[in-house]
């Protein structure tokens, strides 16, 4: 639809320009994303995943719209929070064990996108690993004068030879100034000055550079591995609304004086932050919720729809309590489909009512369509999605002799394509060998029970939940979606 065309139907939220804006990519049907990713030193929190999860849903529907999607999102994986998490763990170790810590984190962010259904990046950048091109940076901003070393080694950027910093965030520098806390570091010429390179202090891991052995700071690493990975200009920079001041700004900052344009990014995309009962989340207050230990009671698809179910710029206060309804409305959707999928293979092969249904679904997908073009409002598509289920179980399936097994088999397209955008029905899309022997045990339970052989049907039922596989009986017709949180041993 738009594999060829820089101009999409998307308007967004434009962080940098204040303003609602129309997409227009800056090469013809590709799109260039990048989101800052984690520091991981702990685990990945409901918070994080929200992030994620919008961006992936995001990339979803630009690749339903045809476009190219090269997202990429990096690991902070050498910073303060690491080396401290490091020594409580390693003590005098940490010089030789410090990599554990990321290493484990970065394993059980993987394991989290993957129950989320979260569809891999185009690459996941490591500072480790980008280390050269950062000192390449420096070095240049060094000689031009736009940053300095101070007398401990260490090399900071220098703000106020940037034109307009401050803008992208909102903030004016003075004020920022006369509020800033004002840090020991040796040689720091203004209180808003950002470390570049930090030099290194006894026990801490470092690497080689021209000013002292030491690591990159982290407004910088960013804006080198997007430039290095999506090129500059790019389409679209995003992250959480934490990070607007001052990772974002910084990042803009540095780049503005390296590059000589004002945003190496086009579009700015922030997600909204989440609170657990209206309140921050944060260590002292206890209130941090993990996001595997929500995975470890509800399956992603629960979470996802949670997630969509709230336009992403708006806070959104987590509320554990609210997941069982959600996933109530999963087994809606699910059984919609279930029910769709019968209808079809009992269709005839006319249908004198076939116009009316067909009308009836583009209207859903144009709601659906228009809800995500503005803005990504994924709780409007959410909306869309469960008016179309509802009505395939309150219409369509008790008047499908009048539709005809073509449009019936249109009507489950669409129906499939909008959930997975919204990444939902995964079910649906399991190996069809799975999906036939679970059919067979599925007639054969409904056999048993037609001839009142209840105890055994129930053995069959007790058995495909203890796989994962969930069983509904509604009226005489029964129904299964997958409970993913039960079949890791499928993986």
Known sequence: MYANSKELPIIVYNTASKNLE???????GLARIYVCGLTPYDSMHVGHARTFVFYDIFRRYLEYLGVEVRFVTNFTDIDDKIINRARQEFGGELINRWYEVPSRYIKEFFDAMDRLYVKRAYAYPKVTENINDMLKWIQELVSKNLAYVSPDGSVYFDITKVPRYGEFSGQKIEDLIAGARVEPEPGKRNPLDFALWKSWSEGEPWWNSPWSPGRPGWHLECVVMSSKYLGVPFDIHGGGQDLIFPHHENEIAIARVYFGIDYF??????????TIRGQKMSKSLGNIIPIMEVLRKYDGEVLRLYYAMTQYRKPMDFDPDALDQVRNSLMSVYAAYDMLTEAINEAPDTGDRDNELLSKVNEFVNSFEESLNNDINTSGAVAALMDFARYIASTVIYNTQHYSRNALTNAL??????????????????????????????RIRAQLRARKMFDVADEIRNELSKLGV??????????????RDKITQWH
Do not use: E, Q
């Open 22 to 28: 129309k997409i227009t990519l800056l090469r013809p």
């Open 265 to 274: 990014a086009r579009y700015w995309i922030h997600v909204g932050l989440v």
């Open 413 to 442: 397209t669409a129906f499939s394509d909008l959930a997975n955008i919204l990444g939902i029905l995964n079910r649906t899309r399991l190996p069809p060998s799975l999906v036939s022997l679970i059919d067979t045990l599925i």
């Open 470 to 483: 969930v069983v509904s009986d509604v009226g005489n017709k029964t129904y299964w979606y997958i409970d």
